[in-house]
């Protein structure tokens, strides 16, 4: 099992800066970001393996970054230059899975996490 608390959510004008924090009770091999606007399906944004590899859906790429401290067992979601489009849940996740090789990218997929947080909401005005 694998607890993980999010926090550092708000409200921000757009253009604004966001660092989402989760705490979790041990890094898996393989951890992610998600967010989830109402009425829409939740969506991943950014994943990281423990080996540093890094993924992110196009939409937040070259905006946000994913990061993880392995001293203090928490994952980082730097979000730059937000938007309006950007409001929603976030949930941090993490997985189970394995990769057979070092450069394998982590995907995006709901399916592919084994365990949630409960959220931080992030709101961004226009």
């Known amino acids: 099992q694998v607890q993980l608390v999010e926090s550092g959510g708000g409200s921000v004008q757009s253009g604004g800066s966001l660092r989402l924090s989760c705490a979790a009770s041990?890094?898996?091999?393989?951890m992610g970001w998600f967010r989830q606007a109402p009425g829409k399906e939740r969506e991943g944004v950014a994943a990281i393996r423990a080996n540093g590899v890094t993924n992110y859906a196009d939409s937040v790429k070259g905006r946000f970054t994913i990061s993880q401290d392995t001293a203090e067992k928490t994952l980082y979601l730097q979000m730059n230059s937000l938007k309006p489009e950007d409001t929603a849940m976030y949930y941090c996740?993490?997985?189970?899975?394995?990769?057979?090789?070092?450069?394998?990218?982590?995907?995006?997929?709901?399916?592919?996490?084994?365990?949630w947080g409960q959220g931080t909401q992030v709101t961004v005005s226009s």
């Open positions: 041990r890094l898996s091999n393989y």
């Open positions: 996740a993490a997985s189970n899975r394995r990769f057979n090789y070092s450069f394998s990218v982590p995907g995006l997929g709901r399916g592919d996490f084994d365990y």
